[in-house]
């Protein structure tokens, strides 16, 4: 027998027993969830799934919420919404874990470091050097003139010395440069629109990497002859190698790059004569005077143009701009960065539909440690001191070696973390219910880590072991706050999950259960 009821004014037919969720998928009503997985009982333990039911003073929760004939069930009001982001933000009060490692979030280009250090560790050079490319347009000069700020971030320090993020960076790509066959990302195909940028530096560089590889046109003006602004103007050669510098300049200009020499921004080449002819424009020319802002006809203030910070868009339509010509910039890896989110909001305006980058996403982090919890970190770390190079950089072994250093802070499922899509879709505050955080724990077997302190303890792992039978499995361990979910008996995780550990990790909504390896 079936029940009618309606969702959302939407009327859908189901079979007597099944549940509101249930019937809501049958919709295509996405209610979101944490403790549900369909073929296993409900916990209602996360009470995301909550729902407003005609008739009831309180919410119930979707999952456990059998249907009834002539139901007439709101998914997404006001106080709904409210609620699942009240139960988020309880939830993660009692989250201990960084979605990004602090070396990655000081970053300004916030560079995918810990994944980097792994593939180095384990030789991957191509794969590490792919990785910082993503972010960092021109890593070999950076890896020689960039002051680390990373460095100041990443734990280790606590220990002995931070790793050499940086000389690592450069590692990679000087060994890429060095193959005589160097990285060339795949770019798509033409777009048919064309984009000017004023200014050959590391922001426009930057930029015109990464919209060419979305198949857009790029037009580099600049007053010199040779593309490099302040890199090779300001870097003396002793620092910067001019050999170096050129070989990651020619890296841009083989993706499709044309170079303007000779241009310079000003009465010659305003923005009505770059707006010819170009669907986007970006100003990347680092200071400008006064009198050369005023001329391109741009709001200005005293530190250069005005320009929003997350879009570098102007308040000119397709005008954007990046770098020194915004703000005063001490760092070129900040420009590089510039570079790379202008190109992200071009592509946006051009039509590219690129995603928001995953900096900008919600982020939970530890903070400053407690005492004793560094050790927990070097579980899987290297004991080893800092690397002493030989020569002038690393070799493949001293690089390997620094690597594995790393205590890879950052959380394995940070992109694929149910907790934080939902905390990001509905604006949940981290740190809205001030608790005592518990200590940060790490408990490994063989490629796997369980971090306790992730746990939202939605049963989901223990029904998983239980309904496949496992010889141990997982249970409850404790009472009231410190409830915990463990193997019983105080066995290990590997004799706990002997066939479920893979079903258990697709299953776990926080990452408090993952693959060792990205």
């Known amino acids: 027998m079936n029940v009618r009821l309606k969702i959302d004014g939407r009327e859908v037919e189901v079979p007597r027993g099944a549940t509101v969720l249930q019937a809501a998928r049958a919709l295509g009503i996405a209610i979101p969830t944490l403790c549900h997985a369909e073929g296993l009982p409900p916990s209602t333990s996360c009470m995301v799934c909550l729902v407003k039911i005609k008739g009831r003073d309180a919410l119930v929760p979707s999952c456990a919420a059998p249907v009834e004939e002539g139901m007439e069930v709101a998914s997404d009001t006001e106080e709904v919404r409210a609620a699942r982001k009240a139960a988020l933000e309880l939830l993660l009060s009692d989250h201990v874990g960084d979605c990004v490692a602090p070396c990655q979030a000081v970053c300004p280009a916030h560079m995918e470091i810990p994944l980097m250090l792994r593939q180095i560790a384990a030789g991957a050079h191509g794969d590490a050097l ?56 795949a770019c798509a195909p033409p777009s048919g629109r064309k984009v000017a940028i004023a200014g050959a530096g590391p922001a426009g560089l930057a930029a015109a990497y990464h919209l060419l590889q979305a198949g857009h046109a790029c037009t580099l003006f600049d007053p010199s002859d040779a593309p490099g602004g302040a890199l090779r103007r300001e870097i003396e050669p002793g620092r910067l190698p001019p050999a170096v510098l050129d070989a990651e300049i020619a890296r841009v200009l083989e993706l499709g790059a044309e170079f303007a020499a000779n241009t310079p921004v000003g009465p010659g080449l305003t923005l009505r004569r770059l707006r010819d002819g170009f669907d986007a424009v970006l100003v990347a020319t680092g200071p400008l005077s006064a009198e050369t802002l005023q001329a391109l006809g741009l709001p200005f203030g005293p530190q250069g143009l005005l320009a929003d910070r997350k879009t570098l868009a102007t308040p000119e339509p397709g005008v954007f701009a990046a770098g020194g010509v915004i703000r005063p910039l001490r760092l070129a890896v900040r420009a590089v960065a510039d570079g790379r989110q202008a190109a992200r909001s071009i592509n946006r305006f051009l039509g590219g539909g690129d995603a928001p980058e995953h900096d900008e996403r919600f982020s939970t982090h530890i903070g400053r440690l407690k005492e004793g919890e560094i050790e927990a970190f070097m579980t899987e770390a290297s004991p080893a001191p800092r690397v002493a190079p030989a020569g002038d950089g690393l070799t493949p072994e001293e690089a390997a070696a620094e690597a594995r250093r790393c205590l890879h802070c950052d959380c394995r499922k940070r992109h694929d973390c149910r907790l934080r899509d939902l905390a990001d879709a509905y604006g949940a505050q981290a740190h809205r219910y001030k608790i005592e955080r518990r200590a940060f724990a790490q ?76």
């Open 130 to 185: 792919k990785t910082v490319k993503r972010a960092i347009a021109l890593p070999a000069t950076l890896g020689r003139i960039c002051p680390a700020p990373c460095e100041k971030g990443c734990r280790r320090a606590a220990r002995d010395a931070p790793v050499s993020i940086c000389l690592l960076k450069r590692f990679v790509a000087d060994v890429d440069l060095d193959s005589g066959a160097p990285h060339r990302p």
């Open 443 to 518: 408990l490994r077997r063989p490629g796997l880590i369980y971090e306790p302190g992730k746990c939202i303890l939605c049963g989901l792992c223990i029904a998983i072991a239980e309904e496949a039978r496992e010889p141990l499995g997982l249970t409850f361990i404790g009472r009231g706050f410190d409830v915990r979910v463990g193997a019983p008996f105080s066995a290990a995780l590997a004799e706990a999950l002997t066939h479920t550990a893979d079903r258990c990790v697709r299953a776990c909504p926080t990452a408090a259960l993952a693959y060792d390896a990205d």
